[in-house]
């Protein structure tokens, strides 16, 4: 559990560092990588902790936006790593949704590439 827990860090410090990146003019962290990685860490625990529990109250928007209000959801738990921690900053919410889709990208392209697929048994 703590292997996929620091593999989750590391995947979401990626995203962070890519959006960063890619959005040099919304994104401000002093161009030091420690605070993108403590960032990455307090967002990793926003997502364990904080996000199921807006998951579920906020399930009628969930499933009469067919699950695009999980964009929202997860722009705000970034929203909230700023926050958190004033040393990794976003411009405005709309950045926050921007940097919410690459990390989203980064998230998917790495965990198939890291994690390990359960394979069906055939008979």
Not at 50 to 66: D, G, K, N, W
Not at 71 to 95: C, D, E, G, H
Request: charged fraction near 15%.
């Amino acid at each position: 559990m703590l292997r996929k827990f620091a593999l989750r860090v590391l995947v979401n410090f990626l995203g962070l560092w890519a959006a960063a990146e890619l959005m040099t003019s919304s994104i401000d962290y002093n161009d030091k990588l420690r605070v993108l990685v403590i960032a990455a860490l307090i967002f990793s625990v926003v997502n364990a902790i904080i996000r199921p529990l807006v998951v579920i109250l906020s399930l009628p928007a969930i499933v009469l936006t067919l699950g695009l209000f999980t964009l929202v959801i997860n722009a705000f738990m970034l929203y909230l790593v700023t926050k958190i921690y004033p040393s990794f900053q976003l411009r405005s919410f709309w950045t926050a949704v921007a940097a919410t889709i690459i990390i989203w990208v980064v998230n998917y392209l790495l965990t198939e590439l890291l994690e390990p697929k359960k394979r069906a048994k055939s008979i």
